[in-house]
């Protein structure tokens, strides 16, 4: 998320000596989780905002290239700020933009109420959001000869019952007793991909339902580097515990570049890790 770190805004006002001390101060994940919503819970909603473009651009350049499409920046930029189409031949790229940022607006709000189930329909509903040419989110009928994902995946005959099974599984009383949450919403991620229930954007629901998840708890989102695209897919293909390892690889570096974005924005000592 290095792109999220080229403006330095100094907000000093509100803050005490022992922020200044929590921002050199190492520990766990969650102390770092804990610090950034206190920086967080002080940003000035101008600058949230701010944090927010730059953060949605990077998330969706690296998911893009995970899913084999590279957006230039001028791309990005021109689609996210809704800037006039001279170009017709422009017009596909904006809209799969504009979809991909729709459904992490999605995800956003969805985050803020825990009430909401994790369940078919809010899964069909970011499919939906995603190709909106579909009024209605099917499952696919048939194999995929041509796919970036070369893991086993279910046949079609078998996808309503393994779905049915996922969402069981997260709203089992022992998943969410005995799995910390970011390991439920990894392995979430891992199920759904070996489901793989839709004719496209499997990926990208599988990956924004687990950051839903992250989101609901206060985390950053997990967002998996351009460069560990390879790793991903073997990590796929693998197991869930290798798929587990690149998640958390991702979200801990997400939480060291967000925390350090915060950091200078306050003119606080950056951390380091």
């Given at each position: 998320m290095t792109t999220l770190a080229r403006k330095r805004v100094t907000i000093s006002r509100g803050f005490t000596e022992d922020d200044q001390v929590c921002a050199s101060r190492s520990g766990s994940l969650e102390d770092k989780v804990g610090r950034l919503r206190r920086l967080e819970a002080k940003t000035p909603a101008a600058a949230l905002a701010e944090y927010h473009a730059r953060l949605d651009m990077s998330w969706i350049h690296h998911d893009s290239a995970i899913e084999g499409v590279v957006y230039e920046a001028n791309e990005l930029t021109g689609a996210l700020r809704s800037a006039p189409v001279t170009d017709n031949t422009l017009i596909p790229v904006y809209d799969e933009i504009r979809q991909c940022k729709a459904a992490i607006d999605l995800i956003r709000r969805l985050s803020a109420d825990k009430k909401v189930p994790i369940d078919l329909e809010l899964m069909k509903q970011i499919y939906v959001t995603l190709a909106p040419d579909e009024p209605e989110a099917k499952y696919r009928k048939d194999m995929p000869l041509h796919r970036l994902y070369f893991h086993e995946i279910a046949t079609p005959d078998k996808i309503p019952l393994k779905m049915r099974a996922l969402v069981q599984w997260l709203e089992d009383d022992d998943t969410l007793r005995t799995m910390h949450v970011t390991r439920?919403?990894?392995?979430?991620?891992?199920?759904?991909?070996?489901?793989?229930?839709?004719?496209?954007?499997?990926?990208r629901v599988a990956r924004l339902i687990m950051n839903l998840m992250l989101l609901r708890e206060g985390y950053p989102p997990a967002i998996l580097h351009s460069t560990d695209r390879q790793r991903y897919y073997d990590a796929l293909r693998a197991s869930p515990e290798a798929t587990s390892q690149i998640v958390q690889e991702a979200l801990e570096n997400s939480v060291h570049s967000t925390l350090r974005y915060f950091q200078r924005l306050h003119g606080l000592k950056e951390e380091t890790f």
């Amino acid at each position: 998320m290095t792109t999220l770190a080229r403006k330095r805004v100094t907000i000093s006002r509100g803050f005490t000596e022992d922020d200044q001390v929590c921002a050199s101060r190492s520990g766990s994940l969650e102390d770092k989780v804990g610090r950034l919503r206190r920086l967080e819970a002080k940003t000035p909603a101008a600058a949230l905002a701010e944090y927010h473009a730059r953060l949605d651009m990077s998330w969706i350049h690296h998911d893009s290239a995970i899913e084999g499409v590279v957006y230039e920046a001028n791309e990005l930029t021109g689609a996210l700020r809704s800037a006039p189409v001279t170009d017709n031949t422009l017009i596909p790229v904006y809209d799969e933009i504009r979809q991909c940022k729709a459904a992490i607006d999605l995800i956003r709000r969805l985050s803020a109420d825990k009430k909401v189930p994790i369940d078919l329909e809010l899964m069909k509903q970011i499919y939906v959001t995603l190709a909106p040419d579909e009024p209605e989110a099917k499952y696919r009928k048939d194999m995929p000869l041509h796919r970036l994902y070369f893991h086993e995946i279910a046949t079609p005959d078998k996808i309503p019952l393994k779905m049915r099974a996922l969402v069981q599984w997260l709203e089992d009383d022992d998943t969410l007793r005995t799995m910390h949450v970011t390991r439920i919403a990894s392995r979430a991620h891992y199920m759904f991909l070996q489901v793989y229930p839709f004719p496209k954007h499997s990926g990208r629901v599988a990956r924004l339902i687990m950051n839903l998840m992250l989101l609901r708890e206060g985390y950053p989102p997990a967002i998996l580097h351009s460069t560990d695209r390879q790793r991903y897919y073997d990590a796929l293909r693998a197991s869930p515990e290798a798929t587990s390892q690149i998640v958390q690889e991702a979200l801990e570096n997400s939480v060291h570049s967000t925390l350090r974005y915060f950091q200078r924005l306050h003119g606080l000592k950056e951390e380091t890790f």
